[in-house]
């Protein structure tokens, strides 16, 4: 593994869950993680309640933004370590070299609900969860494991309550 991890968040939209991802892992470990994030179908802009949730604690949030996985599989793109799937709609196309390809299943806080109010909580209860998970990751001592140690550390903390199992594809 490289000096700093490479990371690669990949969602449907990416403009919540993978947005919250990255922007977590760049700003608790510039050190030693440099994170990315895209989307299978960008959206245009990031979602303003994603925005409203980072705004307290993520430094740069204007330079945030949607943007499409094929950005990541040029010659020239950066060489990820970790991909992590937040979705079930997020796949795992043929990166180059060698990335470790993880799933972390977070429910989607931009599905339909009855009220504002609801939302606002969907994306709080995400955020909080997302930022569990990172916390978790970042302690983990990635480069003295080896590819199939990386993938069960980096799946073994499951969110208690989900009903999909975080899993290696």
Known sequence: MNAKCKVLFLCRANSARSIMAESLLRQLAPDRFEAFSAGVEPAARVHSLTI???????????????KSWQRFVDADAPRMDVIVAMCDEAHAPNFPGSPVFCRWTFD??????????LQKQAFER???????????FIALPLQ????DEQVLAVNAHQEAGRSGADSVQ
């Open 52 to 66: 409203a949730q980072l705004s307290s604690t993520i430094a740069d949030i204007h330079l945030l933004q949607p």
């Open 108 to 117: 989607d806080p931009l599905a339909e609900f009855a009220t504002e109010d």
């Open 126 to 136: 995400v955020f909080r969860q997302i930022l569990r998970r990172i916390s978790v």
């Open 144 to 147: 003295s494991m080896n590819a």
